[in-house]
């Protein structure tokens, strides 16, 4: 019996063995190169290419702008506000030295309070810088950022004070005038400027003021203070329209720093 399996195990190996087909080899034939593709490589996206210098001349422009902002709430009934014009000189459309000057008024009685506040038409100025950071763009409207050093000095009226005595049962009116001040302070902003038609200008800006110091007199102190705003709010807008006067033209022979393409 176990011959017998012996016997059929050998015949399967056989036959499985003699099923396989052998090619011989010659050893004189010529072997070919096996070549193997690289992978391709994918170009990575070119980078925005660098702008060697400046596009803009030095002395680029000159910009005059007007706040509107306080003038359309007035009709709204607002009591209080700021009328100024602004001279912004550009260089290199980077750099935007900035004089701003204005007139500052009050007329207003707070809620709540029981005193009537006027301030004549008094002078205020603020100068400082704006920032472009897209300084070497085509575009000519940006968003920028700026710092601002303001002061003014004027002068104040305190009318209608109402004074009630508990006892007497009787209200007296008091008035304050001629009371002389003065301020400074600085602004952080933020604003965008849009070219509206060729030299025309519109624009906001959003300012967070902080005042350094101002003068306090022995009986009051200001409420509104001309080119701030009322005492104690931090936050101011402008609304603007401008004119732009060019000074140059861009520098077309500047040459990029094309970034090398990996083929």
Do not use: C
Request: zero cysteines; hydrophobic letters at 35%; proline letters at 6%.
């Amino acid at each position: 019996m176990r011959s017998k399996l012996f016997i059929l195990f050998l015949l399967v190996a056989l036959t499985s063995v003699a099923q396989r087909r052998i090619t011989p080899v010659d050893p004189t034939a010529r072997r070919d190169t096996v070549t193997t593709q690289p992978d391709s490589v994918v170009a990575p996206e070119p980078e925005e290419p660098k702008i060697k210098g400046y596009i803009y001349p030095l002395f680029n422009g000159l910009t005059v702008n007007v706040n509107i902002l306080d003038g359309v709430t007035k009709l709204f009934g607002q009591s209080y506000g700021n009328y100024e014009i602004a001279a912004e000189l550009d260089l290199h459309n980077r750099f935007f030295p900035v004089w701003e000057i204005g007139l500052g008024y009050a007329d207003n009685t707070p809620e709540e309070l029981n005193f009537t506040y006027r301030t004549k038409p008094s002078l205020y100025n603020r100068i400082g810088m704006n920032y472009n950071f897209g300084y070497n763009k085509e575009e000519m409207s940006f968003f920028y950022i700026g710092v601002r050093y303001g002061f003014s000095f004027f002068t104040y009226d305190i009318d209608n004070i109402t004074m009630e005595s508990s006892y007497w049962e009787e209200t007296e009116q008091l008035s304050m005038t001629g009371q002389k001040s003065w301020a400074h302070w600085g602004e952080l902003l933020g604003g965008l400027r849009v070219q509206v038609y060729k030299n025309f200008y519109m624009g906001w800006t959003v300012r967070y003021r902080m005042m350094f110091s101002y003068k306090k007199n022995a009986d009051s102190q200001p409420w509104f203070i001309p080119g701030f705003g009322p005492e104690g709010s931090p936050f101011g807008f402008t609304y603007t329209v401008g004119y732009r006067f060019s000074f140059g033209k861009k520098d077309k022979s500047k040459k990029s720093e094309a970034q090398p393409v990996v083929e």
